[in-house]
């Protein structure tokens, strides 16, 4: 054992704390402070075993609790609001992952203990487990009634403890839902992101639990202990969460979710290095109803924002369905690369490179790069041009040229990607908004249940009042864009011998739709349907839903008329989609 009085203080750096690490500009090993071994602006934390006693304290109950098994560290902690013992123990406890049980011997104490203890579990091997119809009774909860996604809300001391969240998810688990925690504490970032990912394991882990009855000479198993029942396959761990005492000891317990140590991701928020004497207005930013495209794993993170602000710092996104109550979403760390047409945008085709085409923009800051052509077809070089109807074109360009100071030219142009069609049709004209499309244009964390809602978003310079003098608010539905059906392409009609017209057409894929690999793309919705239109002028000859794509009329065509024809996907979640059409002569 390590004598205590031999144990020294050593890793004081005099470099001031927050400007350094946030200084980055002025000291080159800034970013290592995450992970280093500095004090500097941590000496003023709480260990979690601390932080139990402190409240107990303050109900009169330190001395009736063993906290030394609780583990975990905060910058900081605000009991805010007048409350009881177990409002206050209960979200730690949640989010750490701590049991409380009373202790078995004559001090009866409560403990506190940390299921990511690592304990050797205890084999059971008296024991009986409850049965139905022979089998051990085993309760595995639908995925889909557990979160698919949790934040944590927290102060950030690096941020000069302003409301920050963090985000964890799990893929493939698209109906579930999404759960919010939020804690009355201060910690980095990277801490926030580990602890919401590591709760939505162990929730995920908990779907399993098993009941099994003990004999008195297991009298010491108590709430929070490791044990393995070999009859169970897997060899799982489980641990006790509820002991019930009768003519023998009936327990509960869950299985325990694997023990992983999560590396930490703080990123260091940027300082600006002047303001120049003067305060920052709300910044320009522009919220972006994207369409699907590979590799993103749910509607509501093509829900984005795209920010900008001269000097840059950071910015908070809130958002409410009035004009108050307004909840943090998510911090904007970066800039985007914006900036604005300075020549006219002509409408074109999509679906080929556009060798002759070419527009000049104007970026407020950063710079744009050439591309091959493979790196294009790989969604290089990707960006966002706005159209007068506030609709947003998404195309590549494979070569940039900067031919004066943020002054650029770029030429063989990919237009109308990801089923903006119709969009690069439309000219755009000089002034038209540009966004360079990479990891600076964020999610702007929509929820599921939020989709297709008309929302008030508030966007402002972190730390500043929150006022208009530094946020403004923009109000918009998301998600609807990335559920919309794309447009079917290859419409044809053929003249039947009789008289009839039989359409055919070919549909579009919005989920995963890249891959040459299978026989057919994936069908991206629950059913197959399409809802066609055969107009003469403004007259509605015939409207139905067919479920095949292809479709047969055999009614009257006046002769001479100006037929068009029009074909559209339907989803369940929003109705028809983008529209084909067609024009013939009846």
Sequence with gaps: ML???????????????PEYPLKADVWGDAANWATGHWLNGRLSGVALDDLFLALLKDFGLEGLADCRGAEGYLSGYIADN?????????????????????????RKKLVFRSLSQRQQPLVLEDYALERDDQWPVRILEDVEELPASAEIYFSDPLRDYQSASAL??????????????SLSAAMESGQAQSLAESWLERKRAERRTVSFSLPWTQAGLTIGDRVRVPELAGNRDYVVVSLEDGAARRAKAVALASVLRRPDRTRMPSIPQSEG?????????????????????????????????????EVSL??????????????????????????????????????????????????????????????????????????????????????????????TLLRGQVGTETEAQIIKQAGAPFILLDDRVVPAGLQQSENGLLLNWRAGLA?????????????????????????????RCKRQ????????WIRRGRLDADSW??????????????????????????????????????????????????????????GAGDVSSLRLLG
């Design 3 to 17: 004598d205590p009085e031999q144990i020294y203080v050593w890793a004081w750096d005099t470099r001031p704390f």
């Design 82 to 106: 007048p409350a009881s013992g177990r409002a206050l123990l209960e979200p730690l406890m949640d989010i750490f992952g701590v049991v409380a049980f009373e202790q078995a011997d004559e």
């Design 168 to 181: 964890a998810q799990k893929s493939g688990w698209q109906r579930a839902g999404h759960e919010s925690l």
């Design 277 to 313: 004497g003067g305060a920052a207005g709300p910044p320009l930013f522009h919220m972006l109803d994207l369409p699907m495209w590979p590799g993103i794993e749910n509607e509501q993170n093509q829900f984005r924002i795209a920010c900008y602000a001269k000097p840059w710092r």
């Design 318 to 411: 809130y958002v409410s369905p009035e004009i108050s109550g307004y909840q943090l979403r998510t911090v904007i760390p970066f800039a985007a690369v914006m900036g604005e047409l300075i020549s006219e945008l002509q409408g074109s085709d999509s679906g080929r490179f556009m060798h002759e085409q070419s527009f000049e923009v104007r970026l407020y800051h950063g710079e744009l790069h050439s591309g091959s052509q493979l790196q294009i077809l790989n969604a290089a070089n990707t960006a966002l041009v706005q159209t007068v109807t506030g609709s947003w074109e998404m195309l590549q360009f494979m070569h940039a040229e900067e031919i004066a100071t943020g002054h650029w030219r770029l030429k």
């Design 463 to 491: 730390g500043r009042d929150f006022t208009d003098e530094y946020y403004a608010t923009q109000s918009l539905a998301g998600a609807m864009r990335a559920l919309r059906p794309l447009s079917p392409v290859h419409l």
């Design 497 to 504: 011998t009789n008289g009839d017209l039989a359409f055919q």
């Design 517 to 574: 690999m299978g026989e057919d793309i994936p069908l991206g919705e629950i059913a197959e349907k399409y809802q066609v239109q055969l107009w003469n002028g403004e007259t509605v000859l015939h409207s139905t839903v067919v479920t095949e794509p292809c479709f047969l009329y055999s009614g009257s065509v006046p002769d001479g008329a100006y037929l068009r024809f029009e074909v559209a996907q339907i989803s369940q979640a929003c």
